[in-house]
């Protein structure tokens, strides 16, 4: 067969194998996986691994903060940041206003996204405004592919138990997976203010304003609903021992239980916080972060199982008056923007520090980088693995290349990482067989990124939380009290 695009001598890895095999793309499919191959165009990929695309499935990207700050980026800087970070897909957020409609908010950020993404995207929709019109909206939103949602249960935006219970039993009816930023909301304002009212001020007192307690409570709180709707949910961004040993024992008993944490909370700690002046804001992130304690812990879940994805919480603010400083210099930790950046860190921190030190393998990095992403949501298999009759989307990397961390792709103006040794680097990445990065050069152009319509939640190897209350067979349990 004529392929339009050889990849030659590599390395594959999917989330399983590691095999020597050329990769014959044709339309923007890997169509053969053999030896000798031919091609109209070669990559020679000798020395190097060829993996999965990394697929990005926790970013903020033209979305306004809970205090209604934009972020730094946009689709375009967003998407080239992540290209360059070794991923060809990537689904940040499509945020719901007070008041604002499901279709509305969606044909918002179809705006946003649509001729700027250079790789292909979509978006979880967050809900924050649940009412009955909106809830009878909801399965409407599956149609348009769309099969993920996050729910807040801190800040303004924040869901109570009752509608947090409406959205986990349509999702789970849709065959969705709903995501949910958990921290006790009373506790962090009842810390923020008695922190305040005594005059603790500077970005070091975020921490301590956000205790590991209020990430426990929420976490048990949330894993508890999700079994009560019997339905899949996906804990963001966890931060604590505590609450990645709920998830643990959650996933042991079967539940529709899944977690995820973000490499800050690996790599950084809250000493940052307390940098000179007011460099401490460039750490503000939430959950805070933690101790090396707590880094030995979650790496320790990773190892083992416990995440099912590790993805940057990308929440990109400059480091002035338009970010993190929107309500001035001056004002205490509460009112700096939210966030880090970091697209571009994910992988290339996860593959020195994981891979090349012999915390996961190889395949255990294609699992958690793109893998199980993509079979979370709905991706899977057009996207999350090297099979024939997948998307070409791939990443190429020089397993053997250092670098120091500097500056990234993205539109803030530093990065959280800077100065770090970090062994091994993409590439190249493709996404659907044509190059959006190589060695170095942006190749694709704003607006090659298309929407992908994504489908069910795969739930295999789980059995479901399986309570006398969720058994249609006993009536929803009414029978056995009759
Ligand atoms: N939660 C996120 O997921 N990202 C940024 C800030 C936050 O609270
Ligand atoms: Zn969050
Ligand atoms: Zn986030």
């Not at 990234?408 to 990482?417: C, G, S």
Request: hydrophobic share 35%; glycine share 8%; net charge negative.
């Amino acid at each position: 067969m004529k392929h339009d695009l050889v990849i030659n001598g590599g390395t594959l890895a999917s989330s399983s194998e590691t095999f020597k095999a050329d990769i014959g793309i044709k339309n923007g499919r890997i169509v053969t996986l053999g030896e000798d191959l031919k091609g109209e165009d070669v990559i020679d990929a000798s020395g190097k691994l060829v993996l999965p695309g990394g697929i990005e499935t926790h970013c903020h990207i033209a979305q306004e903060s809970a205090m209604s700050i934009m972020t730094a980026d946009d689709y375009e800087t967003g998407s080239i940041s992540a290209a360059f970070g070794g991923n060809s897909c990537f689904v940040p957020f499509a945020a719901q206003r007070k008041g604002q409609s499901l279709r509305d908010t969606l044909n918002v950020y179809d705006a946003r996204a649509k001729t700027k993404s250079v790789i292909d995207y979509s978006y979880h929709l967050i809900l924050t405004d649940v009412n009955k019109k909106v809830l009878n909206d909801l399965p409407e939103v599956f149609d348009f592919g769309i099969t993920s949602f996050k729910v807040f249960m801190t800040y303004a935006t924040r869901i109570n138990d009752s509608q947090f219970l409406d959205i986990l039993t349509i999702a789970r009816e849709h065959g969705g997976l709903t995501m949910v930023h958990a921290e006790n909301h009373d506790m962090l304002t009842w810390m923020a203010n008695r922190l305040t009212d005594s005059g603790y001020l500077d970005p070091k007192y975020h921490a301590p304003s956000r205790p590991a307690l209020a990430e426990e409570e929420a976490i048990n709180r949330a894993i508890s609903l999700a079994k009560l709707a019997n339905a899949p949910l996906m804990i963001v961004h966890v931060s604590t021992p505590g609450g990645a040993e709920s998830v643990r024992k959650a996933r042991f008993q079967g539940a529709y239980v899944f977690g995820e944490t973000c490499p800050q909370y690996l790599f950084l700690t809250r000493e940052d916080l307390n940098r000179p002046g007011l460099e401490g804001a460039k750490y503000i992130c939430s959950p805070p972060l933690r101790d090396s304690v707590t880094q030995e812990v979650l790496w320790k879940h990773i190892s083992n199982g416990t995440f099912s994805v590790v993805s940057s919480d990308h929440a990109p603010y400059r480091f002035d008056e338009t970010g993190k400083f929107s309500s001035g210099t001056n004002s205490d930790f509460r009112k700096i923007a939210n966030g880090m950046p970091g697209i571009e860190m994910r992988l290339p921190l996860m593959f020195s520090e994981g891979v090349k030190k012999g915390r996961i393998s190889l395949n255990h990095f294609v699992a958690l980088s793109s893998t199980n992403a993509a079979r979370l949501y709905g991706m899977f298999p057009k996207k999350g693995t090297l099979a024939i009759g997948a998307n070409a989307d791939i990443a190429i990397w020089d397993p053997d290349e250092t670098r120091h961390v500097s500056e990234m792709h993205d539109a803030t103006d530093y990065n959280p990482f800077e100065g770090r040794e970090i062994n091994g680097w993409p590439v190249t990445v493709l996404s659907k067989g044509r190059k959006v990065v190589d060695q170095g050069k942006l190749i694709a152009k704003p607006g090659d990124g298309k929407f992908v319509k994504r489908g069910r939640c795969d739930l295999t190897g789980l059995s479901g939380s399986r309570l006398i209350e969720t058994d249609p067979d006993t009536n929803f349990g009414a029978e056995l009290f009759k």
